[in-house]
């Protein structure tokens, strides 16, 4: 603003010496060693003031620089002149006024000159041109400069050269461009040129490096055509391609790239850049795979001009083979079915090495390695199959076909489903990018094989969906990508694969991106007494979810607004809540919490019955007469001298290895067994039996009688009536139970043998008796002590007698019914 002051009176004094004349207006006036000078360097200044001058005859003069004033001015006299010269050291200013004024009046200035500082041209670099040759043919020119700007007014120019046409030509250009484009008119595609850009201000001059070049040869042509895309021989494809059709007069040699990709790839695959490519010729691209989906695009460019755009994408087939490499499997059995058949679900998809080698492909499995009909389990042109196979098979073989063959069969082998260890613990956690961490803990067996992980959409069954992977047996973790889709619940199971078979899976659920479930359920009342209330919820959908729940969250205040907090189990769901006012009446709000966020539910409002006074005293007395007679029974029963009742809760079993069989008498015998039926009478027991193996076999009779006679000798144990060997008919059944023979005479009923359920040893060093057959009393029963009687009428039952000689071992007794 100052500056601008200073210039104004500078002009105003110039104004005045013109209105007063030629002789004042040449009173004074300011020099300098140049009006323009370079920013930083010294510039010389002088004022002259004539003597004749009346209004400054013998008045002291000043320099000022805008408004500062310059010291150290010299005086020199000169005829009838004074001089005032000044050197400034370093005019650092881009612009500024220098005055002459009186001293005594500062404010009057008597001259004044304005000086500018700045840069010489700043250099000009990176020329660079490049031609169009799309419906607009021109030659663009691009260039920069270097810093620092030069402050000063400067003027661009661009020049070029035809050597052929020897033609040079100077283009102005407009203040601080940094391009041009040169007109067709002004240059010639196959014709060598030189362009250099020149700038020019008032400190100098510069020039940018020359620049030669073929026009043609910076062009940046259109994106080529592919005119035809075919498949050629096996694994290779071959092009036909032209120019544009603005450069379809082009006819030389140019470079070409072509880069391809598969239809299942989103990844390009550039090929070797060839260099002599010329339009309408056929380029062959071979190396690739067979029978697959390519789309190719390709671009061009003239010796070293800049590539062109890539062309758009063509698709075409190459040529189809058999299948070949092998598939990675899982397959486990889901079912037993009749006939000694398996149930099999196998599941398969390819390996890094698996190449399809065509388009419609499909997979049959089969019981036979070499192609059968009569083998073939399944077809299908999916990723699993279910079949049946023999229980005694050991693996099938999986194939995949196109319309060229098939592959080599991949051996399955068949893992039955066992009953061994499981998995300890199996983790879930997310890992980004649609994808889930797996951990498990080892398995220690020296059987297991490797680990086989599995997972599948808990909202949809379709097996396509199913996913495996197979994990060594030294791994517990594993990543399992899909892409998961998020906020999507999945089933992740870890089987371990032992030799013998396939262990039971450990499964969880997880999620590859969680956030809070998109409902709260709605709380309900399930109980309401005195001080407790019990809230209730339903379970969340599983579709609703959108997460695994961690925790259910309560909160539940009355009037006074103090809240309080209760959770409840993510299994349970529900809570009790305690402790509170029956006057009161409560809000209550249900938050739920995944490991994605949380969503608060609707308010809802209760409170608390009272119980009134004559249910309470019902109550009380109910529950202390039940009290009462708990007390009563059990002193009665622990006072009790019923034998019956004793011998029904503490049963007495005698020992048979401290007693003998003439010991036992029908008193100590008849507390063992009581009769519970009332309604019949109470048979009298006589002995418990036990037969016991004799020393030698006997062969005759009186043998036999000899050693009943012998009734103290029980050096050996005996066999049962199923296995003496005085009936051979009786086989033992049971090696295991140790039985005993009880003899029963019931008054005015038939005998009746029945078995002692006891399992005491007869004997603590000897083997134990076999089994002991049961006799049924009832009508129509079999007879195992001699040869069965036919039935006679009732009027002969009473004079029926007992034929002892068919009971060998019960006449040793010697006893009869009235003993």
């Not at 339009?279 to 800049?306: F, M, N």
């Not at 379709?462 to 030294?474: I, K, M, W």
Request: glycine share 6%; charged share 20%.
């Amino acid at each position: 603003m100052a500056a601008a002051w200073m210039s104004v009176l500078v002009v105003m004094a110039v104004v005045n010496a013109a209105e007063g004349g030629d002789e004042r207006r040449a009173c004074a006036s300011v020099h300098a060693s140049s009006s323009v000078v370079t920013v930083g360097s010294p510039v010389t200044v002088t004022c002259v003031v004539r003597d004749d001058c009346p209004a400054l005859a013998g008045r002291r003069v000043q320099l000022r620089l805008g408004e500062r004033v310059l010291p150290g001015a010299i005086e020199a006299a000169d005829g009838s002149a004074r001089a005032y010269r000044l050197l400034i050291p370093a005019f650092n200013h881009s612009r500024a006024t220098l005055t002459c004024c009186l001293r005594d009046a500062p404010s009057h200035v008597i001259a004044g000159l304005e000086i500018q500082a700045g840069y010489p041209p700043p250099a000009l670099q990176n020329l660079s041109c490049q031609a169009n040759l799309s419906a607009h043919e021109s030659l663009t020119c691009k260039w920069e400069t270097s810093p620092p700007d030069s402050h000063l007014p400067t003027k661009y120019s661009l020049h070029t050269h035809i050597g052929d046409l020897k033609w040079s030509h100077a283009y102005e250009l407009p203040p601080g461009v940094r391009s041009y484009t040169i007109p067709r008119a002004g240059f010639v595609f196959f014709s060598e040129m030189e362009i250099y850009v020149k700038a020019v201000n008032a400190l100098g001059e510069t020039s940018s490096s020359r620049l030669s070049l073929e026009p043609v040869s910076s062009a940046k042509f259109d994106p080529p055509e592919i005119v035809k895309l075919q498949a050629w021989r096996p694994g290779c494809l071959r092009l036909k391609w032209d120019f544009s059709r603005f450069q379809d007069w082009m006819r030389d040699f140019v470079s070409l790239q072509v880069r391809l990709k598969t239809e299942a790839s989103g990844w390009w695959t550039e090929r070797p850049i060839l260099d002599r490519a010329m339009p309408q010729r056929y380029v062959y691209q071979c190396g690739l795979l067979h029978g697959t989906h390519y789309v190719a695009q390709i671009r061009v460019r003239y010796r070293q001009s800049p590539w062109s755009e890539w062309s758009d994408g063509r698709p075409a087939f190459t040529l189809e083979t058999a299948p070949t490499g092998a598939l990675h499997t899982w397959m486990r059995v889901t079912g037993h079915l009749l006939h000694n058949q398996l149930q099999m679900l196998l599941f398969w998809k390819p390996s890094a090495r698996f190449r399809a080698n065509g388009r419609n492909l499909s997979y049959v499995v089969s019981a036979l390695r070499t192609s059968n009909k009569r083998g073939k389990l399944c077809a299908t042109a999916g990723s699993h199959c279910t079949f049946r196979v023999p229980r005694k098979a050991r693996k099938v073989y999986l194939v995949a076909l196109n319309a060229a063959g098939r592959s080599g069969p991949t051996s399955v082998p068949i893992y039955h489903a066992i009953a061994g260890e499981t998995v300890p613990e199996v983790r879930a956690a997310a890992a980004g990018d649609g994808s889930v961490l797996v951990r498990w803990e080892d398995v220690p067996s020296p059987a297991l094989i490797d680990y086989v992980v599995e997972w599948r959409p808990l909202l949809n069954h379709d097996l396509s969906l199913v996913g495996f992977e197979t994990a060594r047996r030294n791994l517990s973790t594993l990543v399992v990508t899909g892409p998961l889709e998020p906020y999507k619940p999945y089933g992740i199971s870890v089987y371990p694969r032992f030799k013998q078979g396939i262990g039971p899976p450990r499964t969880v659920q997880a999620y590859s991106l969680q956030k809070a479930p998109s409902e709260v359920p709605k709380i309900r009342i399930k109980k309401n007494w005195q001080y407790h209330v019990e809230l209730a919820w339903d379970e969340i959908p599983l579709e609703r979810r959108n997460g695994i729940i961690q925790s259910y969250k309560l909160f539940y205040w009355d009037q006074t607004g103090r809240v309080h907090v209760a959770t409840g189990e993510p299994e349970e769901r529900k809570v009790v809540l305690t402790g509170l006012d029956s006057k009161s009446v409560y809000d209550a709000v249900l938050m739920v919490s995944t490991y994605g966020g949380s969503r608060n539910g609707s308010t809802v409002h209760f409170d608390i019955k009272e119980m009134d006074p004559v249910s309470s005293v019902i109550i009380l007395v109910a529950t202390c007469a039940c009290l009462c007679l708990l007390i009563i029974f059990l002193v009665k029963t622990c006072s009790s001298e019923h034998n019956q009742l004793k011998v029904r809760f503490w049963p007495d079993v005698p020992d048979p290895a401290n007693s003998s069989i003439k010991s036992w008498t029908s008193e100590c015998t008849q507390d063992i067994r009581s009769s519970w039926d009332f309604e019949e009478p109470n048979p009298m027991y006589l002995s418990h039996l036990s037969f016991l193996e004799l020393p030698r076999k006997p062969g005759k009779e009186e043998d036999f009688t000899a050693w009943l006679n012998n009734a103290e000798d029980t050096s050996d144990l005996g066999e049962s009536i199923c296995g003496s060997p005085f009936l051979p008919g009786l086989t033992s059944s049971n090696d295991d139970s140790v039985l005993y023979a009880t003899v029963i005479f019931p008054a005015q009923q038939p005998h009746e043998y029945l078995r002692s359920e006891s399992t005491q040893p007869l004997l603590g060093s000897e083997e134990s008796p076999k089994c002991y057959q049961n006799v049924d009393a009832t009508e129509g029963s079999q007879c195992f002590f001699g040869p069965c009687m036919p039935e006679e009428d009732d009027d002969n039952d009473a004079s029926a007698a007992i034929q002892w000689e068919d009971f060998p071992f019960l006449r040793a007794l010697a006893m009869n019914d009235t003993q």
